[in-house]
């Protein structure tokens, strides 16, 4: 009953002139850049990051979950007329959503994943309603060992999970930890990493590693492999669907509904499983026409990954609100506004900040329902959208993220930082690093760092402190499992491997 009075204030927020006009942008902007390929709701909440210093908090984040999920929103529109996946939770959709366009149903492969990504955004919502508050009551019984478990479990969950290899991940995190550890220890008082520079004594902004990483990183990559030549786009009439189509996608939107959400919540659990399991398990499932139609465009195939894509978005929210714990890249980003702001998200946040966190859920029930209005009617707008020249929108993003970053405190420091991360940025796409591990490892590396000198103070430097709470051994656990998961699947899909090749570094690298 507290959680729906808290939700229904939240509503009170949520519904001003003001947070409305926000959240309107908020999804016009994640719509936007999610119909563009290369560019995801992570680079977009990034750049917007040093744009949104003087916005009240409330209404950042409510602008913020509109970015969000319209990326979602948008991605299956790349996916669908252009068999280009704008996110790597869109591939699964471009398998079948290309094929509809190609047979002339584009609209109702718009349409399909547009209504689903409705229903699976709502209902998705409602549980993280219901699941928020259980997660804080529990989490405040967490001591600084289990922060430091819980901090052991987001770096291995991500690098093993969010990289093809977990060297890569790893690799990319220790990028991340050594960036963390740049600036004045906080409890000797001692210069780290600074090399004798002044402005480096407060440590680099996360502000400044999430746009040059994710925004500046990503630009440099995809302009390196730029085609001058205009996309061809599937043309699209006016989204709907007739009678046989609602009645082939209701159910696929709920099972893919029921398998994203759990998955979001994961530490490392992302969209791309479940909108894998949904494809799998629509197509195990499927009879008669719809058994016939699967590789040539079935209506099953676009509705179920694209409910599972945007439930597991909104299933990312819950540990990052109730534990400050990024599973996803663009978690990773909100976790760095909500720094920008001087918050920590966790059990705290939910009572010393409740006004926030309640107006940003029911902002995604509202958001929710204006990208419905925007995506039926605009779907052949949205398309055109994909005709901007790709060096012009490069070009401009480069410009903005500097001009954003150089806003912030005005220190020509700031910018050669953000270059020299951008170029970091878009060596780690080049060699296959994932970028993701490296700013959470940048952001709650201090944190990590923090909670261990506190567990090991409590503790007069037993290490064994460590692993005295039952919460902090089954989260070291977990760790683990996450680490050796992908090496024991790795090895046995691999049986008649020689041993002679297993020395050879480059096959983990």
């Given at each position: 009953m507290d959680s729906l009075q808290l939700l229904l204030d939240g509503f009170a927020g949520a519904l001003?002139?003001?947070?409305?006009?926000?959240?309107?942008i908020g999804v016009t902007l994640g719509t936007l850049v999610g119909v563009l390929p290369g560019i995801g709701p992570a680079m977009t909440v990034a750049l917007l990051l040093p744009v949104t210093f003087s916005v009240p908090p409330t209404s950042a984040f409510i602008m913020f979950a509109g970015i969000y999920y319209g990326g979602m929103y948008g991605g299956s529109t790349t996916s669908i007329l252009l068999n280009t996946p704008g996110e790597s939770s869109s591939m699964i959709t471009a398998l079948e959503g290309n094929k509809m366009a190609r047979r002339g149903r584009a609209a109702q492969a718009l349409a399909t994943a547009a209504i689903g990504s409705f229903v699976a955004g709502t209902i998705a919502t409602a549980l993280l309603v219901v699941a928020a508050p259980a997660v804080v009551s529990f989490a405040i019984s967490f001591g600084p060992e289990d922060y430091f478990a819980l901090a052991i479990l987001a770096f291995t969950a991500v690098s093993s999970v969010l990289s093809r290899s977990v060297v890569r991940g790893l690799a990319s995190l220790g990028f991340g930890l050594v960036i963390g550890?740049?600036?004045?220890?906080?409890?000797?008082?001692q210069a780290r990493l600074t090399l004798g520079i002044a402005q480096l004594l407060d440590g680099v902004d996360v502000v400044v590693v999430a746009v040059g990483l994710f925004a500046l990183g990503e630009a440099l990559y995809v302009a390196?492999?730029?085609r001058h030549s205009l996309p061809e786009v599937v043309p699209v009439g006016r989204a709907w669907m007739g009678r046989a189509d609602w009645r082939r996608s209701?159910?696929?939107w709920l099972r893919g509904t029921a398998l994203g959400f759990p998955f979001g919540a994961l530490p490392g659990g992302g969209a791309e499983i479940p909108t894998f399991l949904s494809y799998a398990?629509?197509?195990?499932?499927?009879?008669?026409?719809?058994?016939?139609?699967?590789g040539k465009g079935a209506i099953e195939g676009v509705a179920g990954p694209e409910a599972a894509n945007n439930a597991s978005a909104a299933g990312t929210l819950v540990p990052l609100l109730t534990l400050g714990l990024p599973t996803s890249a663009t978690a990773a980003i909100l976790l760095a506004a909500f720094q920008q702001y001087g918050l920590q998200p966790g059990p705290q946040l939910f009572d010393h900040n409740p006004a926030l966190v309640w107006g940003m859920i029911a902002s995604l029930f509202i958001g929710n329902t204006m990208l419905l209005v925007l995506n039926l009617p605009l779907a052949p707008l949205w398309a055109r959208v994909l005709r901007i020249p790709r060096p012009y929108l490069y070009a401009g993003i480069v410009l903005f993220a500097a001009l954003g970053v150089y806003a912030l405190n005005g220190s020509v420091v700031d910018l050669v930082v953000l270059f020299l991360l951008g170029l970091l940025?878009?060596?780690?796409?080049?060699?296959?690093?994932?970028?993701?591990?490296?700013?959470?490892?940048?952001?709650?590396g201090p944190m990590a760092e923090i909670q261990l000198r506190r567990a090991l103070a409590i503790g007069a430097g037993d290490v064994s402190v460590l692993v005295r709470s039952p919460i902090a051994v089954v989260l070291l656990l977990l760790a683990l499992a996450a680490l050796l998961t992908p090496l024991v699947r790795r090895a046995a899909?691999?049986?008649g491997r020689k041993t002679v090749d297993a020395p050879d570094d480059r096959s983990e690298g």
């Open positions: 001003t002139p003001v947070n409305l006009m926000y959240a309107l550890l740049i600036g004045i220890d906080q409890q000797t008082g390196s492999r730029l209701w159910l696929p398990a629509e197509k195990r499932l499927a009879r008669g026409v719809a058994k016939e139609e699967y940025g878009y060596a780690m796409r080049r060699f296959g690093l994932p970028v993701a591990p490296a700013v959470i490892g940048m952001i709650l899909a691999r049986p």
